[in-house]
Structures are given as structure tokens and as C-alpha cells.
T-cell receptor, first 116, second 114 residues
Framework: DTGVSQDPRHKITKRGQNVTFRCDPI?????LYWYRQTLGQGPEFLTY????????KSRLLSDRFSAERPKGSFSTLEIQRTEQGDSAMYLC??????????????FGPGTRLTVL | QQQVKQSPQSLIVQKGGISIINCAYE??????FPWYQQFPGKGPALLIA?????SEKKEGRFTISFNKSAKQFSLHIMDSQPGDSATYFC?????????????FGSGTRLQVQP
């Protein structure tokens, strides 16, 4: 399977703990996006990278959230001091700015976070 | 502030019928309007997209109608099939492509009855 992969698929944590999620984009996709989706709602944009540069961040990305893409390949999203309101599905997407199917965002299956 | 409003929240259609989902946007800077389909446990997948220089785009059984003056666009699914049962999201972005951040509607859960 050469699609976007995310790990873990499910994470249960206690309030106040730190969590880290990983996203592996489609090979050679230079753009990588993070979204958050709560139950019954559409995904909300958090941030995106072009190669290793973080180009845009949403105001939803509080100072407890940090994302990295150190070598322009995989990305990590860390949430520090988790709160119950952080419970959501965290989706990663990737796209390429070249080729026939350029700019379409391909989504991964998501990581479901539950904060107790 | 919800920039893309989607309706209805849920929809039940008989097999072979037409499913219609509507969206309205507020930001006139939006210039790319995709529709995504999401099955349980999966990420959203692009179905069809339109730019505001055309009023309609058709791909197979799926059609987007776009009304720039009303700031509205809709998805029509012709000959709806049970396999179309999923949640559908409209979205919008700036820059004419899906390259930028997508702003999603709240979703429509479609159930096609056999």
C-alpha cells in the first residue's frame, strides 16, 4: 500500500500526558498537512509543510501543539499536557505540486486520540 | 466562525434516486471547491472538484453545480447506490487548487437504501 500511513491508529492517554503521532506521506509528495476532526464535524486545518518548512499554522494550533518534518519526509505531531478537549481524530494528508494529479490532498486513515 | 455551511446533516435516498447536498460559503476569496467522501474508519477521499469559472462539472454519476453570485455549490449523485453510503464533505480553499489549507463543511451522512 503506497498511500498515506499514520501511526498509531488509536491512542488512549490520561489528561496531562504528552502524545506524539507520526505520519508517512506518499513517497515524493512534498506537501504534508495536519487536520483535526471531531465527531460529527468536518476536518479542521492545523498546519502544513512544504518539504521541511512549516508554511502555515492555524490559530487552532495552540502552544501545546508542535509539528515537525525534519527531513521533508515523515512528520510528527506532538501534543503536550493533553486535555480532554484534545480528543479527536488527527488526520494527515499529503500532496505534490507537480505531475498530473497535482495539488490533490490524499488523506491517511487518521489517529484517534482519547484523553481520559 | 463557520466559513462553509453544509446541509442537510443526514440524507436517506432510495437506490436509483438522486442525492443532493448543498453548501454555502462566506469568503469570496475561495476559488477551489472540492467534495470529499469518507467511509467509517477511513480518511476523506477526493470525489470531484470545481473552480468558479465554470457553473457545472460532471464526472460519472457525480455532478457539482456552482452558483458564484449566490456563493453556493452542490453535489448531485445520480442513480445512487448502496455503496455510496458514506459521509460527504464539501470544502473550499484559496489559490485555485487544493494546495492550500482546506476549509471543510460539517458533513452529510448519506444512506442509500436498497
Amino acid at each position: 500500500d503506497t498511500g498515506v500511513s499514520q501511526d498509531p491508529r488509536h491512542k488512549i492517554t490520561k489528561r496531562g500526558q504528552n502524545v506524539t503521532f507520526r505520519c508517512d506521506p506518499i513517497s515524493e509528495h512534498n506537501r504534508l498537512y495536519w487536520y483535526r476532526q471531531t465527531l460529527g464535524q468536518g476536518p479542521e486545518f492545523l498546519t502544513y509543510f512544504q518539504n521541511e518548512a512549516q508554511l502555515e499554522k492555524s490559530r487552532l494550533l495552540s502552544d501545546r501543539f508542535s509539528a515537525e518534518r525534519p527531513k521533508g519526509s515523515f512528520s510528527t505531531l506532538e501534543i503536550q499536557r493533553t486535555e480532554q478537549g484534545d480528543s479527536a481524530m488527527y488526520l494527515c494528508a499529503s500532496s505534490t505540486t507537480s505531475g498530473r494529479i497535482h495539488n490533490e490532498q490524499f488523506f491517511g486513515p487518521g489517529t484517534r486520540l482519547t484523553v481520559l | 466562525q463557520q466559513q462553509v455551511k453544509q446541509s442537510p446533516q443526514s440524507l436517506i435516498v432510495q437506490k436509483g434516486g438522486i442525492s443532493i447536498i448543498n453548501c454555502a460559503y462566506e469568503n469570496t476569496a475561495f476559488d477551489y471547491f472540492p467534495w470529499y467522501q469518507q467511509f467509517p474508519g477511513k480518511g476523506p477521499a477526493l470525489l470531484i472538484a470545481i473552480r468558479p469559472d465554470v457553473s457545472e462539472k460532471k464526472e460519472g454519476r457525480f455532478t457539482i453545480s456552482f452558483n458564484k453570485s449566490a456563493k453556493q455549490f452542490s453535489l448531485h449523485i445520480m442513480d445512487s447506490q448502496p455503496g455510496d453510503s458514506a459521509t460527504y464533505f464539501c470544502a473550499a480553499s484559496i489559490g485555485g487548487t487544493g494546495r492550500r489549507a482546506l476549509t471543510f463543511g460539517s458533513g452529510t451522512r448519506l444512506q442509500v437504501q436498497p
